[in-house]
């Protein structure tokens, strides 16, 4: 019964991203994609958006080298940008520890995230996560949802999957899973744990999830 959580503003965030992401796509296409460009796109993986802003910029979809190309400058970026004694991710300690908990306690769970592979693997080490989780990044052609699919292929239920977007919540609902909210931006009747929530607090809501389940 894997337990999917995404990453960024779930588990800690990079401030400032989307800046680095669009500065990424400057540099490899010669022009910077405006702020509106990019909160226009539909979807919600790297692979999504920048296939959907190459297919504006350019007239055709993305790639699969592009998206290679795209996936090693953005983590040359990151590794530049949040290196030792650089800026610093921000860490929810509680959901992290809360995570990192269950797995070592032999609950399966996954990182579900839209960032590319190697970006994903980059992040979640920045942030503690154990380097036994597995992680299903941003791959070509999938959506969010897909990549649950994924990760959950061949397990028995009941499953969970926890964000703290609109984008997280509509992933969860196509794949019929049951949602755990972190934070203010997805509202509903569903569980909501604030991100400086402490471990005890997200397993005690995860034991109770399952039992309804």
Not at 60 to 70: K, S, V
Not at 75 to 98: C, D, I
Not at 111 to 119: E, K, T
């Amino acid at each position: 019964m894997p337990l999917c959580f995404d990453l960024d503003g779930t588990l800690g965030h990079f401030s400032g991203g989307y800046v680095l992401l669009r500065e990424v796509l400057g540099e490899l296409w010669g022009r910077v994609p405006t702020e509106a460009e990019l909160r226009s796109c539909q979807g919600s993986t790297d692979w999504e958006i920048v296939d959907e802003l190459h297919g504006g910029r350019f007239g055709r979809g993305l790639p699969m080298e592009g998206y290679q190309a795209f996936e090693t400058a953005c983590l040359l970026r990151f590794e530049r940008e949040f290196a030792p004694g650089a800026r610093s991710a921000v860490v929810y300690e509680g959901m992290v520890a809360g995570l990192n908990s269950l797995h070592r306690q032999g609950q399966p769970v996954a990182l579900v995230s839209g960032n590319a592979p190697r970006v994903l693997t980059f992040k979640a080490q920045a942030l503690g996560v154990d380097p036994g989780i597995p992680l299903w990044g941003s791959r070509p052609g999938h959506s969010r949802a897909d990549l649950i699919r994924l990760a959950l292929e061949g397990c028995a239920g009941p499953h969970l999957y926890a964000g703290d977007r609109p984008h997280d919540l509509h992933a969860a609902r196509e794949m019929g899973l049951p949602f755990l909210g972190v934070g203010p931006c997805v509202p509903g009747d569903h569980p909501i744990l604030e991100p400086e929530a402490h471990a005890h607090v997200l397993l005690s809501t995860v034991e109770q999830l399952l039992k309804r389940l």
